[in-house]
């Protein structure tokens, strides 16, 4: 899809408000001064998108969040290994995790709830663009190789856009770095833009 400058500003506006809300509502969830690095956004076929977070065989945490309301489709956020394990680590000092494949239940909640805060305000955001509500549901949260989790997601889905919105951003928290990236799975791309006000004939 070749994009317009006002779809590409919004889509930019999309990446300012989420990571905006995000860093607001992590700092207040770990009691610790957050700051966020420009978020980039951009526009990325379904098949790029492991080749975007290391690989098809990078094994990562994945939290897909279902979107109700105003916009259908789905949130993926998509979480190093390493960067989890970052995390685990801030939240829960004791935590002696090593891998995503041996999480005590805690952890497990606590991944999931840093993602549901992120997926919260990243709906707020597409609610105020789109000027209708957008609702997510409670997230599902799997660890698998990027490749096969993207499969699954698509195969989950009845319909989907070829082509999703891809935010890239990164936590800064003391001189920790927590690189996400964000994926928007629309319905259609294209509806998206229209309730943004920036269609075709935006």
């Known amino acids: 899809m070749n994009l317009t400058k006002k779809q590409l500003d919004a889509l930019k506006e999309v990446g ?9 509502a992590l700092a207040e969830f770990l009691g610790r001064r957050i700051t966020m690095s420009v978020p980039s956004a951009s526009v990325v076929s379904l098949v790029e998108i492991p080749n ?18 105003g916009l259908s489709g789905r949130f993926l956020f998509l979480i190093s290994e390493k960067t989890s394990l970052k995390i685990l680590r801030k939240l829960l000092p004791n935590s002696r995790a090593e891998s995503l494949f041996n999480l005590e239940e805690l952890e497990d909640s606590c991944l999931k709830e840093i993602c549901n805060i ?6 707020n ?3 105020i663009l789109t000027k209708t509500p957008v ?3 409670l997230p599902i949260m799997t660890f698998d190789k990027a490749g096969r989790l993207i499969e699954n997601v698509v195969s989950d889905m009845k319909t989907i856009s070829e082509e999703v919105l891809m935010i890239e951003t990164s936590f800064l928290e003391e001189e920790e770095n927590l690189r ?21 004939y935006g």
Do not use: Q, T, Y
Not at 52 to 69: A, N, P, Q, R, Y
Not at 118 to 123: D, E, K, Q, R
Not at 185 to 199: N, R
């Open 16 to 24: 300012n408000i989420g990571c905006g809300n995000a860093a607001s």
């Open 52 to 69: 975007k977070v290391g690989g098809e065989d990078s094994f990562v945490s994945c939290v897909m969040l279902k979107l109700v309301g």
């Open 118 to 123: 992120l997926g919260g305000a990243f709906s």
């Open 125 to 127: 955001a597409l609610s």
């Open 135 to 137: 609702i997510n549901s």
């Open 180 to 200: 996400f990236h964000i994926f928007l799975l629309p319905a259609s791309l294209e509806s998206l833009f229209e309730k943004i006000g920036v269609g075709i």
